[in-house]
């Protein structure tokens, strides 16, 4: 059974930082890129950046330079290290899996975990 668990998530203050883990189960993690997104109420969903196979990564031209994307192949875990956060940040965000590559498609999904940000 494919799994996404998201964890990390909190309330943190304006400014502050915070690592978001997906940990991965039921299925080879090395076939797999795997994406951060994130929902904030009343918004869509926006993908904030993708990391394949072999490490390359991807990124959001807004979520450059403030949230880094890596990949523990031991672990079958995806971090996102999220810095300098901001108000608008909150929201709950998602960990998905894309075949292969980073694409525009992805097949499952996490339940998310909430970030709410303080100013």
């Known amino acids: 059974q494919v799994q996404l668990v998201e964890s990390g998530g909190g309330l943190v203050q304006s400014g502050g930082s915070l690592r978001l883990s997906c940990a991965a189960s039921?299925?080879?993690?090395?076939?797999?890129?795997i994406g951060w997104f994130r929902q904030a109420p009343g918004k869509e969903r926006e993908g904030i950046s993708c990391?394949?196979?072999?490490?390359?990564?991807y990124y959001t031209d807004s979520m450059k330079g403030r949230f880094t994307i890596s990949r523990d192949k031991a672990k079958n875990t995806v971090y996102l290290q999220m810095n300098s956060l901001k108000p608008e940040d909150t929201a709950v965000y998602y960990c998905?899996?894309?075949?292969?590559?980073?694409?525009?498609?992805?097949?499952?999904w996490g339940q998310g975990t909430q970030v709410t940000v303080s100013s």
């Open positions: 990391i394949n196979i072999d490490g390359s990564t």
């Open positions: 039921g299925f080879t993690f090395n076939n797999y890129a």
């Open positions: 998905a899996t894309s075949w292969s590559r980073c694409r525009d498609e992805y097949d499952y």
